[in-house]
């Protein structure tokens, strides 16, 4: 099992594909049609429309939201996030679409009894730097969506981390675009691998929940081209997913969902984007603007003020206010996405099929180990030595489950919720719960360490769990911070005085080791005192085996962290979430006047960007900052080291480097490669990551070709990307901090279409 657990994450595909379940999904494939290039489908879908009545094209660019749907439909609505009828006549098929980011959702249990698979949180994937890790997780999610009806999954975030407390950060993949839009590519193409699509979304600069509805995201084109928009263009390219889906936020004063130079300009001109750009769930505020300014479909029309493109819409196409070539291109859109991905020609099973849980299992806990990140490590705490015949593990509902992250996202894992906790105010008050999977850490940790005592304390009653804590040989922390989508986190720290605990215990006990389960990056404080420390993220339905394999050193760590650490709250671009008194206020007005709240007007508020394109690592070379933890740290029980380096420049850098396992472990290491012109005050950029499996002694010959557009500069001029000519610094290194390894090349000038 070692040899599968450091091979290449193209593994785990195999996993979804060769189990009991996998009949459903060859049988459906077997009656499909071979997927078609855009252009195709795009033509196709043109003679389709062609054939339509407005009616019939009006039906298709506005879709239901089936728990507030009854009655609207002569199909079952099953309970999910959203419907659109089909023309049978025309064999346009219904879509069933479902939230999907960590598997398929079923958020306060709508469906009853339903359940899926659950991956780790988006973070952990990132964490894994592997395009296979997160293409597996892709095609898992979309095999049980199939076998579940669902044909359009709500899937593939790569919303860059501006903010550290950010309550969604749990969902995406981290602060730098590369990883992001890698990742996040790979996984689109996972899940459409089964033949339905996958959106992209938050189109775009969606980076907080604060006013989420509200917000305007102030920042300069050149900027926004060079973070978030290259993330999204680099998923594009590599997943081609069938739809975005706009963003809740204004970008510049435009609402992202009626914003023509997202998506005139930007999406379906300079990327030539063919599929359809679909509306998040109440993020619709016009008819003629909206339509004329490139968003082809509203969606979840319930949770909007009005049915925008319904009657609406058609009455604009007869007044000639929205063009009826205009409407012809949105189905168009819809249609080609559904035709290019192979979801138009390939049902979905009549009746539900229960996917192979087993084998998806197996996906969900090498996701988890290949994504947590040991932090630190001294003395060689972990893994945990066979001397230890006394454990206790302390806090965090370890002996029953593992922290899951809220809102749209939440999985109905299999195995059930031991914990659940309902929430009485917020934003996330009506759609989501604080809620475990049942994996405890306890459990597993004692399956793994037959003859070890292991003991368990809750940490409520501090006399009794420091006591516990003196008398055992290590003590294990579980540190838990709850997030979810539709909230910030008011700050940094640890809620519920877990700091003062970790103290406390370490004070008593030097073997201690803290084991984080949060939703992104958290304060420290007592880390000085904690000999080790190992980030779990939100590590899904199989967390509890990941971890104990983890500490236990039957896996090594491998995990690399996709987001930097800050040593202390003003260390980031913002310290607290922007607005967020002001909305706390609304919301303390909405409470004690019910009958006025639902009448309400939020006021909108900008947000400025000041970071521009220097998100993350890139904000803390630029500003001279040292974090807690860099991004792309993370240690081994191994060591790596780096050498004969071979640097050639021309149109783009590649380097070509010796990487050696010399520990006595097995493991995976990430070599990363960072750029920046020679003599230019810029941060340096990571232009190349590629993971890879060594045994111990074993070198390996690696060559990183960096991505030409991290090399480059937005120019608005051009437009289009623009590489100065000259010299440029390399760095081959460990994480965004290292800069043992640098050399200099000359690099040609050129430019590049937008």
């Known amino acids: 099992m070692t040899g599968l657990r450091f091979a290449s994450g193209l593994a785990l595909i195999a996993l979804v594909t060769a189990g009991a379940g996998a009949p459903s999904i060859a049988q459906t494939k077997a009656q499909a049609k071979t997927p078609v290039s855009a252009k195709a489908a795009r033509a196709r879908a043109d003679r389709i429309v062609g054939k339509m009545t407005r009616a019939e094209k009006i039906a298709l660019v506005h879709g239901l939201f089936p728990p507030l749907a009854a009655g609207k439909s002569s199909n079952q609505l099953i309970p999910s996030a959203g419907h659109i009828d089909g023309i049978p006549r025309l064999g346009v098929p219904l879509t069933r679409e479902s939230d999907a980011s960590l598997g398929v959702a079923n958020q306060v249990e709508q469906r009853i009894g339903d359940v899926a698979t659950a991956l780790p949180s988006g973070l952990a994937t990132a964490a894994s730097f592997d395009p296979a890790i997160a293409r597996a997780g892709g095609a898992m999610i979309g095999a049980e969506a199939r076998d579940k009806r669902f044909n359009v999954l709500l899937a593939g975030g790569v919303n860059l981390t501006r903010d550290p407390w950010n309550g969604r950060n749990f969902e995406y993949l981290g602060e730098d675009p590369l990883l992001a839009g890698t990742l996040g590519g790979a996984h689109i193409a996972g899940v459409q691998s089964n033949r339905i699509v996958s959106t992209i979304k938050h189109f775009a600069l969606n980076a907080q929940e604060t006013g989420r509805l509200v917000v305007d995201a102030r920042i300069d084109e050149a900027a926004l081209r060079m973070s978030d928009l290259l993330a999204f263009q680099i998923a594009i390219e590599k997943g081609r997913p069938g739809s975005v889906m706009c963003a809740y936020n204004k970008v510049n004063g435009d609402w992202s969902c009626e914003n023509p130079h997202l998506l005139n300009d930007v999406l379906k001109r300079d990327w030539s984007y063919p599929g359809w750009v679909m509306s998040d769930w109440g993020a619709v505020h016009s008819t003629v603007k909206a339509a004329n300014a490139g968003l082809d479909q509203e969606s979840g029309e319930e949770l909007d003020k009005a049915v925008y493109f319904g009657a609406a819409l058609g009455e604009a196409v007869a007044k000639g206010e929205v063009p009826e070539a205009r409407l012809n291109d949105m189905v168009a859109r819809y249609l080609t996405g559904l035709i290019e991905t192979g979801a138009f020609d390939t049902p979905t099973p009549a009746q539900a099929v229960t996917p192979d849980y087993a084998a998806h299992a197996e996906v969900a806990q090498r996701t988890a180990e290949a994504g947590i990140v040991l932090l630190k490590n001294e003395g060689d705490l972990l893994p945990l030595a066979a001397t230890a015949k006394r454990i206790v593990v302390i806090g965090g509902n370890a002996d029953v489950g593992v922290l899951s992250g809220g809102g749209s996202s939440q999985v109905r894992s299999v195995g059930g919720a031991p914990v659940e906790i309902p929430l009485a105010y917020g934003g996330s008050a009506s759609f989501a719960r604080i809620t475990y999977h049942a994996s405890s850490p306890l459990l597993a940790l004692r399956k793994a360490l037959p003859g070890v005592e292991v003991q368990w304390m809750d940490g409520r009653n501090l006399n009794a769990t420091l006591a516990a804590a003196k008398a055992a040989d290590i003590a294990i922390f579980f540190a838990t911070q709850w997030t979810t989508e539709a909230d910030d986190v008011p700050d940094l720290r640890l809620p519920n005085q877990q700091d003062a605990l970790i103290a406390a215990i370490a004070g008593v006990q030097p073997h201690t080791i803290a084991v984080m389960e949060t ?236």
């Not at 339905?541 to 996709?562: D, H, K, M």
């Not at 671009?573 to 922007?578: K, N």
């Not at 500003?623 to 240690?635: A, S």
């Open 519 to 754: 939703g992104g990056p958290v304060l420290m404080p007592w880390i000085a005192k904690v000999p080790a420390v190992v980030q779990a993220w939100y590590p899904g339905q199989r967390g509890g085996e990941a971890l104990a394999a983890i500490l236990t050193g039957q896996v090594n760590p491998s995990g690399r962290l996709p987001i930097t650490f800050p040593a202390d709250a003003s260390q980031p671009p913002r310290p607290r979430p922007v607005g967020l008194d002001q909305m706390k206020g609304l919301e303390a007005e909405a409470a004690s006047n019910p009958a006025a709240a639902s009448t309400m007007t939020l006021p909108s508020f900008p947000v400025d960007y000041v970071e521009g394109a220097d998100v993350g690592y890139r904000w803390y070379e630029k500003k001279g900052l040292k974090p807690l933890f860099p991004f792309g740290y993370g240690l081994s029980y191994t060591k790596f080291t780096y050498g004969n380096p071979v640097v050639t420049g021309g149109r783009t850098i590649r380097v070509t480097v010796d990487v050696t396992n010399s520990g006595q472990r097995e493991g995976a290491d990430v070599p990363q490669l960072y750029v920046a012109r020679d003599g230019d005050v810029a941060p340096m950029r990571l232009a190349a990551f590629q993971r890879i499996a060594l045994k111990p002694g074993e070198t390996r010959r690696v060559t990183l070709t960096a991505e030409p557009r991290i090399l480059a500069d937005y120019d608005t001029g051009l437009p289009g990307w623009r590489i100065a000519g000259g010299t440029y610094r390399v760095a081959v290194a460990h994480d965004a901090n290292d800069r043992a390894m640098v050399r200099t090349v000359a690099v040609q000038a050129q430019t590049m279409k937008p």
